[in-house]
């Protein structure tokens, strides 16, 4: 079946540094891949997203390519603040009917970004 | 903007008890879907909906069942609560996937269910 591997955390930075959170897939098909991104006592909030291979998702400075070569969708900033403190999710999107979807989750990887 | 909410943020139960998980979604999609979060495990699929009075089993269904009545409303119901079941709960909603990117979905803000 499918599934999403992502790097385990906790991972903690200096403010402005470089972050990359690792996600890997295994899927049939071709999936819409996604970063979810929980903060503190929320819910989950789509961060970005892309839908077909060599797509580059973006938004609030983060950036993931779908790599269909190397089922590959990592997570990269280039200069982290604390507010981007948080648990970052990688998920697959795979059709499960003709009208429905089915989100596959990474375990999550908890980001917390020091002063 | 899109909304979805939960009714609780936080419950406490004892075992054995039936406790109902609502869901409101305001933005006429047709999905809905239950999730539970647990530690290094991320979300895992309880039940979905893409229909008002449809379900579909997910990959945990066990201990569970849903309610769909009304198209903006799925509610989650632990027929028996037990220690385990203890953990957070997602909803989310999204439009069928007759599209590129009508597949995301939107998460309420979660309820933290406590099985004493």
């Known amino acids: 079946g499918d599934s999403v591997t992502q790097m385990e955390g906790p991972v903690t930075l200096s403010e402005e540094a470089f972050l990359t959170i690792n996600c890997t897939y295994t899927?049939?098909?071709?999936?819409?891949l996604f970063w979810y991104v929980q903060y503190p006592g929320e819910g989950l909030q789509l961060l970005l997203k892309a839908t077909k291979a060599d797509d580059k998702g973006s938004n609030k400075g983060f950036e993931a390519t779908y790599r269909k070569e190397t089922t590959s969708f990592h997570l990269e900033k280039g200069s982290v603040q604390v507010s981007d403190s948080a648990v970052y999710f990688c998920a697959l999107s795979a059709l499960i009917k003709a009208a429905g979807n089915k989100l596959t989750f990474g375990g999550g990887t908890r980001v917390l970004v020091k002063p | 903007d899109v909304k979805v909410t939960q009714s609780s943020r936080y419950l406490v139960k004892r075992t054995g008890e039936k406790v109902f998980l609502e869901c409101v979604q305001d933005?006429?999609?047709?999905?809905m879907f239950w999730y539970r979060q647990d530690p290094g495990l991320g979300l895992r699929l309880i039940y979905f909906?893409?229909?008002?009075?449809?379900?579909e089993k997910g990959d945990i269904p066990e201990g569970y069942s849903v309610s769909r009545e009304k198209k903006e409303r799925f509610s989650l119901i632990l027929e028996s609560a037990s220690t385990n079941q203890t953990s957070m709960y997602l909803c989310?909603?999204?439009?069928?996937?007759?599209?590129?990117?009508?597949?995301?979905?939107?998460f309420g803000p979660g309820t933290r269910l406590l099985v004493l």
């Open positions: 909906s893409y229909d008002v009075k449809m379900k």
């Open positions: 899927a049939t098909g071709y999936p819409s």
């Open positions: 933005m006429d999609h047709e999905n």
């Open positions: 989310a909603s999204s439009l069928p996937p007759t599209g590129v990117g009508r597949e995301t979905q939107y």
